[in-house]
């Protein structure tokens, strides 16, 4: 069964940075399409950014120039590297992933930005 483990989130200061990690388990198969979302209380989930192997790599407008998402395909792995934090940018993070056409979710991983 596939399952998508992140990891990195936490408290850190405005101007701060964070780095999340995102990792498919229980498949071989890279996945194709990876993104992060964030949610914030009281607020629906919003695309952070998101990159397609081999296309183009999109961003919100709120987190462009500081956000930057990468992949490891060796690894299975997303990143999503994250600074000049801002405490706008406080929510639940959550990675998604396509694999094998079948979109998938992680857990969440809390940030929170202090002013």
């Known amino acids: 069964q596939v399952q998508l483990v992140e990891s990195g989130g936490g408290l850190v200061q405005a101007g701060g940075s964070l780095n999340l990690s995102c990792t498919a388990t229980g498949t071989d198969r890279t996945f194709n399409g990876i993104g992060w979302y964030r949610q914030a209380p009281g607020k629906q989930r919003e695309l952070v950014a998101y990159?397609?192997?081999?296309?183009?790599?999109n961003y919100a407008d709120s987190v462009k120039d500081r956000f930057t998402i990468s992949r490891d395909d060796a690894k299975n792995t997303g990143y999503l590297q994250m600074t000049s934090l801002q405490p706008e940018d406080t929510a639940v993070y959550y990675c998604?992933?396509?694999?094998?056409?079948?979109?998938?979710w992680g857990q969440g991983t809390q940030v929170t930005v202090s002013s």
């Open positions: 998604s992933a396509n694999v094998a056409w079948i979109t998938y």
């Open positions: 990159t397609v192997r081999g296309r183009s790599t």
